[in-house]
């Protein structure tokens, strides 16, 4: 080995300790280990040209080159062959550091802000709570009670670590561009009306003669409010609403006192509240967990999700 390629070892060496850049470092390990920059690209999950960006970058801070092109393949150069090994073990004493630091503190413990709905809050969440804090008592709830779209823009500022609130109809339960969605139970809803309404008692009642009577719904602009006004406004028809309020607990009262009909959640029927047999199709509300996927979850906000699926029924009410 002659003295350019044994000082060409200790810069490598070196500068790559000094540097430490592990992105640049797992790109190098993945090209040389599928001998292809688009084969590395796929296992990395990033596009080629961030894989040729970070060789290049750690090339230039080397001064070398570490690949030489045989066709369609990339081979080590002399240089790529010094460094490869020494990438693995910093690549690996990386993640042995992880998971020392990891495991460090295993107990579930800080503050867990959180963001949910009044109805949810009232009706859904109350078992979660008990079940969290009996096997999480160190951890400190900060809890909001907002509107479901509220509690989204809560957690889209990082204000709240996560939601627990309706979900956003026009969204997909996995993803909703920047949310992370997860359905933890499907609300199936119901339209409703005092007893004693003109609604009540009949049978297979047309859309068409609902719109005719007076409306209290949530406010047209909230996740449940769009699903009954979409529902209408695909048979063309105008709803003759009253009043509105946010507050479903609010509106169940105002149709009970026989100010209009409602659609409400079927676990709202009541002795002052019975379902009105519309002649439509069942209507759902998907509640669940929002959060942004690019925040990773701290150890509560992971449990409480754990916590949150053991009472999850997505598939009934």
């Known amino acids: 080995m002659n003295a350019y390629i044994a000082y060409s070892i200790r810069c490598i060496y070196y500068s790559t300790i000094r540097r430490m850049n592990f992105n640049e470092l797992q790109a190098f390990a993945a090209v040389s280990e599928q001998g292809s920059v688009s084969e590395a690209a796929a296992t990395l999950f990033i596009t080629q040209p961030a894989v040729t960006r970070r060789i290049q970058a ?115 339960t996995a993803s909703s561009g920047q949310f992370s969605y997860e359905l933890i139970w499907q609300d199936p809803l119901a339209f409703v009306a005092a007893p004693d309404h003109p609604l009540a008692g009949s049978t297979a009642v047309s859309l068409e003669s609902i719109a005719g009577h007076p409306a209290v719904l949530p406010g047209l602009a909230t996740y449940t409010g769009r699903i009954v006004a979409d529902l209408f406004a695909a048979r063309g028809l105008t709803l003759k609403q009253s009043m ?14 026989g100010l209009g009909w409602s659609v409400l959640p ?46 999850a029924s997505p598939l009934r009410p």
């Open 244 to 257: 509105s309020t946010n507050y479903l607990e609010t509106i169940s009262m105002l149709v009970a006192a």
């Open 58 to 172: 750690l090339e230039n801070s080397l001064g070398v080159s570490l690949f030489d092109r045989q066709g369609k393949r990339l081979r080590l150069t002399e240089a790529g062959e010094v460094l490869l090994p020494r990438a693995k073990t910093l690549l690996a004493a990386r993640d042995d550091a992880t998971r020392a630091i990891d495991d460090l503190e295993r107990t579930v413990a800080g503050r867990l802000r959180l963001a949910t709905s009044h109805h949810i809050g009232l009706h859904r969440l109350a078992p979660v709570l008990k079940a969290f804090t009996r096997a999480y008592p160190d951890v400190s709830l900060d809890i909001r009670f907002e509107d479901s779209e509220a509690a989204h823009d809560l957690v889209q500022s990082r204000t709240c670590d996560l939601a627990v609130v309706t979900l956003d109809p026009s969204a997909s």
């Open 266 to 311: 079927v676990t709202m029927l009541s002795d002052d509240l019975v379902q009105v047999a519309a002649d439509t199709e069942i209507l759902y509300r998907k509640l669940g967990a929002v959060r942004l996927p690019e925040r990773t979850p701290s150890r509560a906000t992971s449990a409480f999700l754990e916590t949150l699926r053991a009472f």
